[in-house]
C-alpha cells in the first residue's frame, strides 16, 4: 500500500500520539505488517493517514490520540525502567497504581540508580523530551567511594573520552567529603549508558549512590519512594515552552497535580 500524499500526519507518529508505541517502535510494527489503514495491510512506515482513517494495529482499532500527559516518578533502587523483565525482576511498572493509564518512561535510570524519573502517555512527547537537540539538562545528587581531587574533576568539565566514546563536558561541584565517600552535584546535558558511573570509574571513584534530582525544567522535590505525581496542563505547558518543547495542540482540558501512592501489585 503506496500513499505519497502530504496531508495528514505520518502513520509512525499517529500511532506514537495515541501513545501505541515511540515512533521507532511503531515502525517495527508496520514492518511486521500488523497495521492496516482503511481495510490494507500497510507495508511502509513512509505513509500518511487522516483524521478520517480507520487505523486498526492487529485488527483492533486504535483509540483516538488522548490528551498529551506527564507525570514524576520517584524511582526506587532496584527497579528496571522496562514493563517486563527475563529474570522476572521488579519493574517501574510493578510501583505504578491500577488507576494510572498506560504510559512510557521518557528515558531511563538504571536498576541502581534513583530518583525522578518522567513518565508520559504520549509517544510523541516522549520523543520530543529525549532528543538531544532538546538541551534539557539532568541534574544529579551522586555519592562516590574515594576523594575526588578538583583536578581531575576539571577533565570531566572540558569532557573526555572513555574506550573511544567522547562524553560531553558536564557541571560538577564537590559539595562535600563524608568520610570515606564524597557527595557531588553532577549536571548533564545527554544521558549515555552509565555516562556518571563510567565517568567516576575514570577518575578512580566508585559510585554508591546516584540520584536524579532535575529532569529540565521538572524537579524530584519531596516525592516518596515509588509515588507518582501527574503534573497539570498548564505547569507543563509553561515549564516546557521555556526550554523549547511545544506539546500538542489538543491539550486542552484542565488537570490539577494529583498524586497516585497505592501500589497496583504486590511486588514480590
Not at 27 to 33: C, N, P, R, Y
Not at 51 to 67: M, R, V
Amino acid at each position: 500500500m503506496n500513499n505519497q500524499s502530504s496531508k495528514g500526519n505520518r502513520i509512525a507518529k499517529v500511532l506514537s500520539r495515541a501513545g501505541i508505541a515511540s515512533r521507532r517502535e511503531a515502525e517495527k510494527i508496520i514492518l511486521e505488517g500488523r497495521v492496516k489503514v482503511n481495510g490494507e495491510v500497510l507495508t511502509s512506515p513512509a505513509f500518511n493517514v487522516l483524521n478520517s482513517d480507520i487505523i486498526l494495529i492487529d485488527d483492533d482499532p486504535i483509540a483516538k490520540p488522548d490528551e498529551e500527559r506527564l507525570w514524576c516518578f520517584h524511582k526506587p533502587v532496584g527497579a528496571i525502567t522496562t514493563a517486563k523483565d527475563e529474570k522476572n525482576r521488579k519493574t517501574i511498572y510493578d510501583y505504578f497504581p491500577s488507576n494510572l493509564p498506560r504510559v512510557m518512561p521518557v528515558g531511563r535510570l538504571d536498576l541502581n540508580s534513583e530518583g525522578l524519573l518522567l513518565l508520559t502517555n504520549s509517544g510523541e512527547l516522549k520523543r520530543k523530551l529525549e532528543l538531544p537537540s532538546s538541551k534539557l539538562s539532568r541534574l544529579y545528587r551522586v555519592r562516590v567511594k574515594g576523594r575526588p581531587k578538583e583536578a581531575s574533576l576539571e577533565s570531566l568539565r572540558s569532557g573526555i573520552s572513555i574506550e573511544k566514546e567522547f562524553f560531553r563536558p558536564m557541571q560538577i561541584s564537590l559539595d562535600r567529603q563524608q568520610g570515606a565517600n564524597a557527595w557531588l552535584t553532577i549536571e548533564l546535558r545527554e544521558g549515555k549508558n552509565r555516562e556518571i558511573r563510567r565517568a567516576m570509574s575514570e577518575l578512580g571513584l566508585q559510585v554508591n549512590r546516584l540520584i536524579r534530582i532535575e529532569y529540565g525544567p521538572f524537579k524530584l522535590g519531596n516525592l516518596k519512594h515509588g509515588e507518582v505525581m501527574e503534573i497539570n496542563n498548564k505547569s507543563i505547558r509553561r515549564s516546557l515552552r521555556g526550554v523549547g518543547v511545544d506539546l500538542a495542540k489538543a491539550n486542552s482540558k484542565k488537570r490539577s497535580q494529583t498524586k497516585y501512592s497505592e501500589v497496583s501489585r504486590k511486588l514480590h
